[in-house]
C-alpha cells in the first residue's frame, strides 16, 4: 500500500509558489489571520499557517480578537483589514463565537482576498466549476494530493462522508468538475459501509475519530483521510482507523501527516494568487 505523504505534495507546491513569487518582482504577499477567542484548534491551524507562510517566503500577521468581543466592534476590524491595501489575503478563523454574525462577516470579505473560499461569489464560483475563485482549501487540497500522486480522478467512483460547507460540499464540486462520479454520505445515509465500499476514491471529512474500518474499504481503493481528531489518549488521529483501511486500500493519506500538510501549502498558493491579481 502506497501512503500518501502530505510533506511531498507541499514541497511540489512550495516549488510553485517560489516560481510564481519570482514573478512578483520581490513583493512579498501579506496573509491575516483573524482569529476571535483562544479555541485551541484554532490556536493550532494559525501557528501551522503561520510557521507554513515563513518557510514559503510569505508574510503572515495575525489578528487575534477576545472571545466576548461585540457585532459592532468586530465589524469595524474586520472591514479595516479587508480595506488594507498592505493585506493581499484573509483567513477567518471559524466557527465564530454567537454573538458575531458570520453569515454577514462572509458577505463582507473582499473575494479577492477570501483566500479560503467562504465569501458567497467563491462559493458560487465553486459551484460552477470556475477557476478563477478560490476553493476552500481543505476541499482543494485533497484534489491537489490526488493528482500529486496521479491518481486519476476522471470517471471514478467517489464517496464523501461529510457534507459541511468547508469540506464535504466544495470537495464533491471539485470532484465532479474532475469528472468524478460523487456520492455524499452524511449521519442520514442508510449503510454507510455498503456505500462506502463501492468507492474507489474514500474520502473521510466526518470529525469521528477512526470511524472508518476496513469494512468501509473496497478492495484496492484510494483512502483520504481529511479529520483531524484527538482520541481518548489525547492522541491525534483522523476518521480512518489507518492500520485497519491499509489492509484493503491500494493507496491511504496518514494523520498527521496527510491532508493538513497540504492544506496550508494551497492557503500559500492561495494568496500568491490574490497578491498577483492585485498586481496584475
Ligand atoms: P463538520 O462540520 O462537523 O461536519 C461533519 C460532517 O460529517 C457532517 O456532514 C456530518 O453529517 C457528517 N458525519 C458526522 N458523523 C457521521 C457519521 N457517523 N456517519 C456519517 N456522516 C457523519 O466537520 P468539518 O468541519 O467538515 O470537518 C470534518 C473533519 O475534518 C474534522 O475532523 C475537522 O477537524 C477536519 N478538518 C481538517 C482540515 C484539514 O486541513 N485537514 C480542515 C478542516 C477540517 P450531518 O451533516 O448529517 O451532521
Avoid: W
Avoid at 21 to 40: D, F, K, Q, S
Amino acid at each position: 500500500m502506497v501512503i500518501l505523504k502530505g510533506a511531498e505534495i507541499s514541497a511540489e507546491i512550495q516549488t510553485e509558489v517560489e516560481r510564481q513569487l519570482e514573478a512578483l518582482g520581490g513583493y512579498v504577499p501579506t496573509l491575516a489571520i483573524v482569529r476571535v477567542g483562544e479555541n485551541p484548534d484554532d490556536l493550532s491551524y494559525e501557528r501551522g499557517a503561520l510557521s507554513r507562510m515563513k518557510k514559503f517566503g510569505l508574510q503572515a500577521v495575525s489578528y487575534a480578537y477576545p472571545q466576548d468581543i461585540s457585532m459592532e466592534e468586530f465589524q469595524k476590524e474586520f472591514l479595516r483589514i479587508n480595506g488594507d491595501e498592505a493585506v493581499d489575503g484573509i483567513l477567518l478563523l471559524r466557527p465564530l463565537p454567537p454573538q458575531l454574525d458570520e453569515e454577514k462577516i462572509t458577505r463582507m470579505i473582499d473575494p479577492a482576498k477570501d483566500l479560503d473560499g467562504i465569501s458567497p461569489e467563491n462559493i458560487a464560483r465553486v459551484f460552477l466549476g470556475d477557476e478563477r475563485g478560490f476553493a476552500p482549501c481543505t476541499a482543494e487540497a485533497v484534489v491537489r494530493m490526488l493528482k500529486g500522486y496521479r491518481v486519476p480522478i476522471e470517471g471514478k467512483r467517489a464517496v464523501i462522508v461529510g457534507r459541511s460547507a468547508v469540506v464535504g460540499r466544495p470537495l464533491a464540486m471539485l470532484f465532479l468538475k474532475e469528472h468524478a462520479t460523487v456520492t455524499v454520505c452524511h449521519t442520514r445515509t442508510r449503510d454507510l459501509e455498503r456505500v462506502c465500499r463501492e468507492a474507489e476514491i474514500l474520502v473521510a471529512a466526518a470529525g469521528k475519530a477512526r470511524m472508518i474500518g476496513a469494512d468501509h474499504v473496497g478492495e484496492g481503493a484510494v483512502a483520504v483521510d481529511v479529520g483531524i481528531n484527538v482520541d481518548e489518549n489525547g492522541k491525534l488521529c483522523g476518521d480512518m482507523d489507518f492500520e485497519a483501511v491499509s489492509e484493503k486500500a491500494s493507496m491511504a493519506t496518514p494523520v498527521p501527516g496527510g491532508v493538513g500538510a497540504v492544506t496550508t501549502a494551497v492557503l500559500a498558493e492561495h494568496l500568491v494568487r490574490a497578491a498577483a491579481g492585485k498586481r496584475r
